[in-house]
Antibody
Framework: EVQLQQSGPEVGRPGSSVKISCKASGYTFTDYVMNWVKQSPGQGLEWIGWIDPEYGSTDYAEKFKKKATLTADTSSNTAYIQLSSLTSEDTATYFC???????WGQGVMVTVSS | DIQMTQSPSSLSASLGDRVTITCRASQDIGNYLTWFQQKPGKSPRRMIYGATNLEDGVPSRFSGSRSGSDYSLTISSLESEDVADYHCLQSIQYPLTFGSGTKLEIK
């Protein structure tokens, strides 16, 4: 059974960084890209970017190029997103989603608060 | 970037009604259109992929169709469990872009 298990909720101070994980199981991690999606409170879905775990190659939506960094650890089948220079605009739920979106993590709530 | 214009933003319908949600693409996306259902506090669930293909396990009352640059998700007979937000996604070109979402409620 394919599962994407994300880490727990995060609280970050303005200007700080947080790193969220997404541990994959039930399939070959390097066979599929991993997408990351943001959902601000009460809002729709925004695509942040993807990472190819096999090669480490990445692509980002323009607005997230200076905000998010995607990485992957093939030894632990885990994808990561680091969000830097946090502001209130980063308060949201962040999802990982495999390839075409047929499998999603449960989401991680990130709250930016002083 | 490809813009996905989704309508309506909210919809209230009665049990048993036929419900249709539409996304219009600003450029040709072929059949690279996916529909997701999202219930409160949950992750999105893929319902339709390739514009018209029903995901395994999704009730047959759901269907997807295309007319030119307009893509529709139809529920043939609304049930209470269908209350959710619905999102469309184009995946022909990066950046991937979602519609703004439709909140479906029971009247």
């Amino acid at each position: 059974e394919v599962q994407l298990q994300q880490s727990g909720p995060e609280v970050g101070r303005p200007g700080s960084s947080v790193k969220i994980s997404c541990k994959a199981s039930g399939y070959t991690f390097t066979d599929y890209v991993m997408n990351w999606v943001k959902q601000s409170p009460g809002q729709g879905l925004e695509w942040i970017g993807w990472i190819d775990p096999e090669y480490g190659s990445t692509d980002y939506a323009e607005k997230f190029k200076k905000k998010a960094t995607l990485t992957a650890d093939t030894s632990s089948n885990t994808a990561y997103i680091q969000l830097s220079s946090l502001t209130s605009e980063d308060t949201a739920t962040y999802f990982c989603a495999r390839d075409s979106g047929n499998y999603w993590g449960q989401g991680v709530m990130v709250t930016v608060s002083s | 970037d490809i813009q996905m214009t989704q309508s309506p933003s909210s919809l209230s319908a009665s049990l048993g009604d036929r419900v249709t949600i539409t996304c219009r693409a600003s450029q040709d996306i072929g059949n690279y259109l996916t529909w997701f259902q999202q219930k409160p506090g949950k992750s999105p669930r893929r319902m339709i992929y390739g514009a018209t293909n029903l995901e395994d396990g999704v009730p047959s009352r759901f269907s997807g169709s295309r007319s030119g640059s307009d893509y529709s998700l139809t529920i043939s007979s609304l049930e209470s469990e269908d209350v959710a937000d619905y999102h469309c996604l184009q995946s022909i070109q990066y950046p991937l872009t979602f519609g703004s979402g439709t909140k479906l409620e029971i009247k």
